[in-house]
């Protein structure tokens, strides 16, 4: 079994593959060094693979890689995909990742991969297999916390993704009708001239906020909760054969 994990900015999560088949994910805890060998009980991971944004990875996951074939996902990890990215260096390996996943559920089809978390990150897959780029903007936490913090009086709010309210008749729902109409009107129009420049694009959606967004966008979508991590899967498995295949000639 794989064994990959995906360590974000502000929630890390993990799964075991059989192969193509997701067994099992969830969630785990960084400063709690436990939490993994909770996650697999009785069960034996073959291979892993760690996507993180830290610069550093905590000791109980460097002492996990000594028990388990470990592969760290970096720019210089060999994908499956051809990758158009200029800058590949500073590109996050969960937008790859992601649009890892989606070439692996939909190939042959043109993707829009919406991926709605700390930041919202747009990324487009052409129908060749070919990762072009896309778009980076404030996710709706962090919306809520530069209003707060780059001026002298509006408070810090959390986002209510029930509010669905247009006028604001106080602060604080002018804050969430800025924020939350804004971010829905925001995505719905970047996906609207994607879709106008590429007729017959897949849309897909994950993330924290998939749900809000699925809920609010009169659309077609797809919503696929754990595309990452089946993308950290997909390039673990090709690195495993790449491996397998360079040693048996």
């Given amino acids: 079994m ?3 994990l995906d360590i974000g900015n502000t929630r890390s999560k993990l799964a075991l593959f ?8 969830g969630m785990f805890d960084l400063s709690e060094p436990a939490s993994v060998a909770r996650f697999l009980g009785d069960r034996k991971a073959d291979h892993m693979l760690i996507s993180t944004v830290k610069k550093h990875l905590p000791a109980f996951l460097e002492d996990l890689g000594k028990q388990i074939p470990l592969t760290a996902f970096t720019a210089d990890t060999p994908v499956p995909l051809k990758n158009a990215y200029t800058s590949a260096n500073t590109l996050g390996s969960d937008r790859l990742a992601g649009i890892i996943g989606a070439w ?22 052409t129908p060749q297999g070919e990762y072009l780029g896309g778009g980076i903007s404030p996710g709706i936490d962090m919306r809520f916390k530069a209003m707060h913090a780059y001026t002298g009086r509006l408070p810090e709010l959390a986002a209510d993704y029930n509010f669905d309210t247009l006028i604001g008749s106080n602060t604080t729902e002018s804050l969430l009708s ?7 009107e925001e995505v719905g129009g970047i996906i609207k001239r994607f879709e106008t420049q590429y007729p017959g694009l897949k849309i897909v959606l994950t993330g924290g906020n998939y749900h809000f967004f699925e809920k609010r966008l ?3 979508i797809f919503a696929h909760p754990n595309i990452i991590l089946e ?17 048996s000639t």
């Fill in 218 to 220: 009169k659309k077609p």
């Fill in 231 to 247: 993308g950290l899967n997909e390039i673990l498995e090709y690195n495993v054969k790449s491996c397998a295949n360079s040693t």
């Fill in 178 to 184: 800025g924020v939350m109409n804004g971010v829905v």
């Fill in 104 to 125: 692996k559920r939909y190939p042959g089809e043109a993707v829009l991969l919406v991926d709605s978390g700390t930041c919202i990150k747009y990324n487009y897959l």
């Fill in 18 to 25: 059989q192969g193509d088949t997701l067994v099992s994910a």
């Fill in 2 to 4: 794989n064994l990959v």
